[in-house]
């Protein structure tokens, strides 16, 4: 053979070994082997789907109504009047003085504010009482003089309707006022209330005495007080309300979150809520795990609550794997390789 022809052989032969030992370089920077070695018989890298799994458990639910309600003073009932409120003044006319600040305890009947209107001035107001009291008692007026003194002096006063805190002074001596001024506001912050209104559509499922959890930071548990008979025709809500026990540490003007429990289910079987799916017509499924498939099995959704809903359907029961992350979209009988270890602590609510 020439020389020339031996050293193309040469180049040729180099050629290939450095070609194959690339091709095995790409090959196991790949994991291509061990995948060969772990993949079931007849099935194709593309049709095994990493998945995460958790299991079926035993829990009782709540279904909840929720919203958002304002911290005021609790409302009059059928045994006691109302905690207190704003309060406006009784005639117009201009203050002629302020007996109370912001955060005084005051007492029912105190005057907080004093006015003068434009026919009269509190001072004589005052005198004219003192005046016919004293004729009254030596028989020179009638009762009924002394009453109309009376009624006039309380035209210019502002008095606290209940016991409790003056929680806002809205006004100052010379000040001009009016029926619709809100002068102050005095409440028994004992007796306080969360009053939320209700969609019409949910307010069917509220009645007095049902749970209501309030959603602070510590949370306030309390009953339902009060369901409004009637609904609000300009935005379609019912008033509901619920009294705070003494001491929740809430105050007046507060927004807070709240949810009413409205129904209980006990020892019932809950799937991780990740693993619900639903198709286009609304049919809810799990995915259950059996060996290394994904079975799609329809169900019948209930209560949810946190991370957790209901299900039922024949066979299912308590332990059951089914696939969490990855489970939307997956087809039916899909090859799995599971890639969490069951995680068999429980982060349901009332886990059984």
């Not at 790409?26 to 799994?53: F, K, L, N, W, Y």
């Not at 434009?118 to 003089?145: C, H, M, P």
């Not at 795990?289 to 359907?313: C, L, M």
């Amino acid at each position: 053979m020439k020389p020339k022809h031996i050293f193309i052989a040469v180049v040729v032969v180099c050629a290939g070994v450095a070609l194959y030992a690339l091709s095995k370089l790409h090959g196991a920077a790949s994991g291509g082997d061990d995948d060969d070695d772990q993949r079931p018989a007849g099935a194709s890298t593309e049709s095994i789907i990493p998945v995460q799994v958790g299991a079926l458990k035993r829990v009782t639910l709540h279904q909840y109504v929720t919203g958002y309600g304002s911290v005021g003073a609790a409302p009059a009932t059928t045994t006691q009047p109302a905690a207190g409120g704003p309060l406006s003044a009784p005639t117009a006319g201009t203050v002629a003085k302020v007996n109370v600040i912001a955060g005084q305890q005051v007492n029912k009947g105190d005057v907080l504010v004093e006015l003068n209107s434009a026919s009269v001035t509190i001072d004589y107001a005052r005198g004219e009482v003192d005046r016919q009291e004293e004729l009254f008692g030596e028989q020179n007026t009638s009762l009924k003089n002394v009453q109309d003194a009376k009624v006039q002096l309380a035209s210019l006063q502002v008095v606290a309707p209940v016991s409790g805190t003056v929680t806002s002074i809205n006004v100052q001596p010379g000040q001009s006022v009016d029926t619709t001024t809100a002068i102050a506001e005095v409440i028994d912050l004992s007796r306080l209330a969360v009053t939320a209104k209700i969609p019409e559509s949910q307010a069917g499922q509220l009645q007095t005495g049902q749970e209501v959890q309030i959603l602070t930071q510590p949370p306030v548990t309390t009953s339902l007080s009060f369901v409004g008979p009637q609904i609000n025709a300009d935005d379609g809500t019912v008033t509901a309300w619920a009294s705070l026990p003494v001491g929740s540490g809430l105050r007046p003007g507060q927004f807070v979150q709240f949810r009413i429990v409205t129904a209980v289910h006990t020892d019932c079987l809950a799937a991780p809520a990740e693993s619900v799916v639903a198709d286009d017509n609304g049919n809810s499924f799990i995915p259950v795990v059996n060996g290394n498939e994904a079975a799609q099995t329809p169900i019948q959704a209930g209560f949810r609550e946190d991370d957790w809903v209901e299900v039922s359907a024949p066979g299912l029961k308590e332990g059951d794997q089914v696939v969490t992350v990855g489970a939307y979209g997956l087809p039916d009988k899909t090859q799995i390789k599971i890639v969490n270890p069951l995680d068999d602590a429980t982060n349901s609510p009332g886990a059984q």
